[in-house]
């Protein structure tokens, strides 16, 4: 089975999955991960204790909020387990494209080549497009 882990510092995941929820329903093979939410918990036996949850032929994606953050830099200390697939960058668009499409692509490398590439053409900066759009009615 295929997995989907939204982590992020603070309560980004838990939201991002609520609000995923809220457009596609409920999601049983997403779990969210939020670090520093507790003093006492480290982020490494969160990641371990996540781990524990797959069997030997699950994959994870793994969709971290900021490429260079501490959690996505402990995610990248745990790549050479094969069952785990590094996303940088949580964002509505591309977590939706991933839960919507994460039965019907088997292959998990274009799974997430798709959300990636449909997830940034939907970073917009609407001034422009709108500018665009009223120059082209005035031809």
Request: with cysteine.
């Amino acid at each position: 089975m295929r997995y989907l882990l939204f982590a992020s510092h603070g309560r980004l995941a838990e939201g991002m999955l609520h609000s995923v929820e809220m457009i596609t329903g409920k999601q049983e093979s997403v779990w969210t991960m939020g670090a520093y939410l507790e003093e006492k918990v480290d982020i490494k036996s969160q990641i371990n204790a996540c781990l524990r949850r797959l069997m030997d032929e699950d994959e994870l994606i793994v969709v971290t909020d900021i490429f260079g953050g501490s959690v996505n830099n402990e995610f990248m200390n745990v790549l050479d387990d094969k069952r785990i697939h590094l996303i940088a960058g949580l964002n509505l668009a591309m977590v939706i494209e991933l839960v919507t499409m994460n039965n019907r692509e088997k292959d998990t490398v274009k799974l997430i080549k798709s959300a990636l590439n449909n997830s940034k053409s939907s970073m917009r900066y609407c001034n422009l497009d709108l500018k665009c759009d009223t120059d082209d009615e005035e031809f």
